[in-house]
């Protein structure tokens, strides 16, 4: 069965490009951000643009597009403006994704000082996202490192958001490397193991939708985010091969964000080597 593997790919130069670049080097699935991810500048999909979109996509058969929201959005911020700025933002991000046909927009959980209270100001939030967003797409809640305040590094965390909202538009994308920073390791087999065991009881593996394949600059446990290369990190090749071996999640789009997009079709080209058959 083919893959959906690939890569973050550039925009510039229009939201199409991403996908001829990417089967360039070897990408079955993109992941792209629709709008700047450093900037609070709107973005809009021309009718135009989503023509463009459709017909990259026929023509490259990369059927599979992922989106991931801006950094700056913050949707448990403690600052009203900050977090109204975040739901406008990332509202406008499921929007373009609606337009574009990407069914997963890819987001941060956010950060607070106080963590209960951002837990709340996010659940808020996400209840309205939920009454406001359009069709076709789905929240990915990211699985985070826990660096600083940041919220949702534990399986625990992602959980209570889904007890206050059981609502199937909420899915998670998990990051190898956050996992392994958050303290979840998947490196052998039984630990591997312990971790999915873990998140099918508190979350639901069903839930997993998007994985971001990274490896780690930092330690187990560190909760620091630093993405390396496959098998050039902490985690090492052990990981990657269970996690491309693991029949569960080989219809899933698999998406690698290491430092150096010069070296993606690389990463790419190790992680098909892992595959037993
Ligand atoms: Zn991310
Ligand atoms: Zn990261």
């Given at each position: ?6 890569a973050?790919m550039?925009?510039?130069?229009g ?7 990417g089967?360039?080097i070897g990408?079955?699935?993109?992941q792209?951000?629709t709008?700047s991810?450093?900037?609070w500048?709107?973005t ?8 463009t979109?459709?017909k ?5 058969h990369i059927?599979r597009?992922?989106?991931?929201a801006?950094?700056l959005?913050n949707?448990?911020s403690?600052?009203?403006?900050v977090?109204?700025?975040s ?17 997963y927009?890819?987001?941060h959980m956010?950060?607070?000082?106080d963590?209960?209270?951002?837990m ?13 967003m359009?069709d ?11 660096q ?7 399986f ?38 312990a971790?999915?065991q873990?998140?099918d009881r ?5 839930r ?12 187990l446990?560190?909760?620091v ?6 098998a050039?990190?902490e985690?090492?090749e ?10 569960r ?8 964000e ?11 080209a ?5 595959l037993?058959?």
């Amino acid at each position: 069965m083919e893959r959906l593997l690939g890569a973050h790919m550039s925009v510039s130069g229009g939201f199409h490009k991403a996908l001829y670049e990417g089967v360039k080097i070897g990408c079955t699935a993109v992941q792209i951000f629709t709008a700047s991810p450093r900037q609070w500048r709107p973005t809009t999909v021309s009718e135009k643009d989503a023509q463009t979109f459709e017909k990259a996509k026929q023509e490259t058969h990369i059927q599979r597009v992922v989106s991931h929201a801006a950094y700056l959005i913050n949707l448990a911020s403690p600052d009203e403006e900050v977090r109204k700025k975040s739901y406008e933002a990332y509202h406008a991000e499921l929007v373009r994704c609606a337009q574009l046909g990407i069914p997963y927009a890819v987001l941060h959980m956010g950060s607070h000082p106080d963590f209960e209270a951002g837990m709340a100001l996010l659940i808020e939030n996400l209840r309205q996202l939920l009454h406001e967003m359009p069709d076709g797409v789905a929240i990915a809640m990211e699985t985070m490192a826990g660096q600083g305040t940041a919220l949702c590094y534990r399986f625990e965390h992602l959980a209570h958001i889904l007890e206050a909202l059981p609502d199937e538009r909420l899915v998670i994308c998990a990051d190898s490397c956050h996992l392994f920073a958050a303290g979840y390791d998947l490196r052998t087999p039984e630990t591997y193991e312990a971790v999915w065991q873990e998140f099918d009881r508190l979350i639901g593996l069903e839930r997993l939708k998007v994985w971001h394949l990274n490896d780690s600059r930092k330690p187990l446990g560190s909760r620091v985010d630093r993405h390396e290369h496959i098998a050039e990190g902490e985690l090492g090749e052990s990981a990657f091969r269970l996690i491309m071996n693991d029949p569960r999640f080989a219809s899933l789009p698999m998406i690698i964000e290491t430092p150096d997009e010069e070296r993606f079709a690389e990463d790419l080209a190790k992680l098909r080597g892992y595959l037993q058959n």
